[in-house]
């Protein structure tokens, strides 16, 4: 199963970074982004790779790009292969645009605690917001996001730039929600990052992925529970199951689990998109 991973690339080019999932490759006005098969679980990279999710996290990005470049422009100049992409370098902005269609996650619990406001009380775990909300977090390299307020967002960018991320974020999300749903799929919430290219404003990294984003089976959603979902929930439940105490150095996975988890991302493709693997 192992044979056909990439767990890293050492390609002739000045290397820009190398993140939990991506080789970045400088090429001076330019970068090329490699995904590779890397995954990893509470911050930590795993020994294990998984077959084809550097592939499916690309295609299903690129799929999304060409699906809502009207709505905002993204980074892509050209589809290498499956795994790489020649991107336009931006001036990131140092903010993820997290858009919530779903009470979910740290935004359940936040709720729990009534630290959230504007949501009517009485609210179900996992139900549906009457309109998908925007809650930024800062971009942290090492340990947790911290949420960021509107104000907050507007006083390191701008305002306006704020309200036209918030815009375009929303609208990609909408627009997004009613295809995958189409395909049975539910975004429950996903993240966003921008940057600048000669003062035009660019969707950057990845677009609507299993890694970026809560996706769940529609024939199974219940209101109230834990949701099944499209990305590393085997992983992460295999982890705990084992009591890892989530410091490195991360255990080897068994075979099982990550032939499952190489399933689901193939399966998130394949459903999102309408097309073959």
């Known amino acids: 199963m192992q044979t056909d991973v990439v767990l890293e690339t050492n390609?002739?080019?000045?290397?820009?970074k190398r993140g939990k999932v991506r080789d970045v490759y400088d090429l001076e006005?330019?970068?090329?982004?490699?995904?590779?098969?890397?995954?990893?679980?509470?911050?930590?990279?795993?020994?294990?790779?998984i077959p084809h999710k550097g592939e499916a996290l690309n295609r299903i990005s690129n799929y999304w790009f060409?699906?809502?470049?009207?709505?905002?422009?993204?980074?892509?100049?050209?589809?290498?292969?499956?795994?790489?992409?020649?991107?336009?370098?931006?001036?990131p902005i140092k903010i993820e645009f997290v858009v919530?269609?779903?009470?979910?996650g740290s935004l359940w619990e936040n709720y729990k605690q009534s630290k959230t406001s504007g949501l009517p009380k009485g609210l179900q775990k996992a139900e549906?917001?009457?309109?998908?909300?925007?809650?930024?977090?800062?971009?942290a390299d090492v340990g947790?996001?911290?949420?960021?307020?509107?104000?907050?967002?507007?006083t390191q960018i701008g305002k306006s730039t704020a309200a036209e991320i918030e815009e375009a974020s929303l609208r990609i999300y909408e627009r997004a929600s009613q295809k995958a749903e189409a395909n049975g799929i539910i975004i429950a919430d996903t993240k966003f990052e921008f940057g600048f290219h000669k003062k035009e404003l660019m969707l950057i990294d990845e677009c609507l992925t299993p890694d970026s984003s809560r996706f769940w089976p529609k024939k199974t959603y219940q209101i109230g529970q834990d949701q099944l979902s499209y990305d590393k929930q085997h992983v992460r439940d295999y982890l705990v199951s084992i009591g890892w105490n989530r410091q490195p150095p991360a255990p080897k996975l068994p075979e099982h689990i990550i032939f499952e988890t190489s399933k689901k991302y193939i399966e998130a493709y394949e459903r999102l998109t309408g097309r073959k693997f």
């Open 100 to 104: 919530r269609g779903y009470l979910y």
């Open 29 to 49: 006005n330019k970068l090329l982004i490699v995904s590779t098969d890397r995954i990893s679980a509470f911050d930590v990279v795993l020994p294990n790779g």
């Open 11 to 16: 390609l002739p080019f000045k290397l820009f």
């Open 144 to 154: 947790h996001d911290i949420e960021l307020s509107r104000e907050d967002v507007s």
């Open 66 to 91: 060409s699906q809502i470049s009207d709505i905002v422009a993204n980074h892509v100049i050209e589809v290498v292969d499956p795994r790489t992409v020649l991107v336009e370098k931006t001036k």
């Open 128 to 139: 549906r917001l009457k309109s998908p909300i925007s809650t930024p977090t800062t971009k």
